[in-house]
């Protein structure tokens, strides 16, 4: 079965936008939260990702995004896939940072996590293009 696709004007996504900054900002654990993905281009998307950064760590990952995923996709009415950064692997981090900002309640810890991010992918890339490399020689 086909995944269904959306297609939305600019202004449509800048309502969208909108709600997600609304809704996130009263989920007082979350400090940042950036859109990555399809959406933030021109063409047409199968859901909106959301990657958040939270303060705390007391709830299991997984059962909390499935949580914040269902109280945004009520809120837009369109799929939504939540993921959180806290312990997501490097390399999906450094793609979410390039990204739009949704939401920033905490601009410093925004920024650490931008820089720890891009540091430790940049000192880790030229080693993953070797073995790249080696692989496909």
Not at 17 to 46: M, N, W, Y
Not at 84 to 98: M, Q, W
Request: hydrophobic residues 40%.
């Amino acid at each position: 079965m086909m995944e269904q696709r959306f297609k939305l004007d600019k202004k449509d996504k800048q309502k969208i936008r909108e709600i997600l900054k609304e809704t996130i900002a009263t989920i007082r654990e979350v400090e940042f939260a950036h859109i990555h993905g399809s959406f933030t281009g021109d063409g047409g998307f199968h859901d909106i990702d959301v990657a958040i950064y939270i303060r705390t760590e007391y709830m299991d990952p997984l059962e909390y995004e499935l949580s914040i995923s269902s109280m945004l996709e009520q809120r837009i009415k369109l799929p939504v896939d939540v993921r959180v950064l806290n312990h997501a692997p490097n390399s999906f981090c450094y793609e979410v940072t390039r990204g739009e900002v949704v939401f920033s309640r905490n601009e410093e810890v925004r920024f650490n996590f931008i820089e720890r991010t891009w540091n430790e992918y940049l000192d880790y890339k030229p080693v993953v293009e070797g073995i790249l490399h080696e692989l496909a020689a």
